[in-house]
Nanobody
């Protein structure tokens, strides 16, 4: 089973940028669909972005389109989330998740299908 660890969170001013990293271990993330989710206090975990294992398919939540970018480097076993033009409402704990897909180059956006999760990294957007 793959294990993932997020990093790169922190405090940033509105309009600023952060890049989150998700480092995997235990298995190569090739043949794994990867995704980012976030959870703000008192709210349910919500989908942020997803990427297929060949990077041919990406998808974003509507509120992140044009501001966030998901990418992956399978050779480094790492997935990234570039976050630009951050807003206070982006404040949340951000989680990385992995789902084995075999040979299918597909994505998933529902948190219930992911079996491997990291511990999360806090992102706070505040002046």
């Amino acid at each position: 089973q793959v294990r993932v660890v997020e990093s790169g969170g922190g405090l940033v001013q509105p309009g600023g940028s952060l890049r989150l990293s998700c480092a995997a271990s235990g298995r190569t993330i090739s043949n794994y669909a990867m995704a980012w989710f976030r959870q703000a206090p008192g709210k349910e975990r919500e989908f942020v972005a997803a990427i297929s294992w060949r990077s041919t398919i990406t998808r974003y939540a509507d509120s992140m389109k044009g501001r966030f970018g998901i990418s992956r480097d399978n050779a480094k076993n790492t997935v990234y989330l570039q976050m630009n033009s951050l807003k206070p409402e982006d404040t949340a704990v951000y989680y990385c998740a992995a789902k084995a897909t075999g040979t299918g180059d597909i994505i998933f956006t529902s948190p219930s299908v992911f079996g491997a999760w990291g511990q999360g990294t806090q992102v706070t957007v505040s002046s």
